[in-house]
Structure formats: C-alpha cells, structure tokens
Nanobody
C-alpha cells in the first residue's frame, strides 16, 4: 500500500514557475514508476510526465515538453514536477500516481495503482 500526498500547487501568472512535490509513504517507493497527470476544467484527466524507478526513463506529454521536468529522490520518497513558462492552458488539478507499468505503458492511467488527492494549479493570463 502506498499513500501519495501532493503539494506545491497555487496561483501563478503566465510565464511563471511552480514546483510540485509528491511525498509517498512506505518503504517500496523506489520500486514504483511515478507519473503526473492533470485534469483541466471540463476535461478528462491526461498524462503529463512519468519517470522510471531509477529515473533512467522519462516521458513527457508533447504539450509540456521543454517546459516541465520530472525528477525523483528515492531517499526522500518524493517525486517532483518542475513547471516553467506556465500557460493558462496548464490550469488543472495535478495528480501524482504510482504504478509498475512497462516503459511503453508509462502514459496509461490504468497502469497506475495508487493516486494522490490532487493539487490545484491555476495560471492567470
């Protein structure tokens, strides 16, 4: 069982930056792939970024590539999402998730077993 708690969301102006954190409970964090997903107003939840257990495999949605960076610290049981050059369309509730997908399944929500409660990010234009 893994419990995930996101933090770091808030209100930021377009062009600004935020860093989201997701703290995991338990001793098995390092055995899970970690993903970030988001759900904008009136939209479905979509893939944002994912990272493998050691950080050697990373994937990003095209919409955030070059602006967002995912990283993890297995010693701290934490995964991060550094968001830069934020746009109004990045406004969403951001969720972190833990799972054991294959590397080609990293974008698939159904391959993640544990989810956080979400943190709101609002970008004003």
């Amino acid at each position: 069982q893994v419990q995930l708690v996101e933090s770091g969301g808030g209100l930021v102006q377009a062009g600004g930056s935020l860093r989201l954190s997701c703290a995991a409970s338990g001793r098995t964090f390092s055995t899970y792939y970690m993903g970030w997903f988001r759900q904008g107003p009136g939209k479905e939840r979509d893939f944002v970024a994912a990272i493998s257990t050691s950080g050697g495999i990373i994937d990003y949605a095209d919409s955030v590539k070059g602006r967002f960076a995912i990283s993890r610290d297995n010693a701290k049981n934490t995964v991060y999402l550094q968001m830069s050059n934020l746009k109004a369309e990045d406004t969403a509730v951001y969720y972190c998730a833990a799972g054991r997908p294959s590397s080609w399944q990293m974008r698939l929500q159904g391959r993640y077993d544990y989810w956080g409660q979400g943190t709101q990010v609002t970008v004003s234009s």
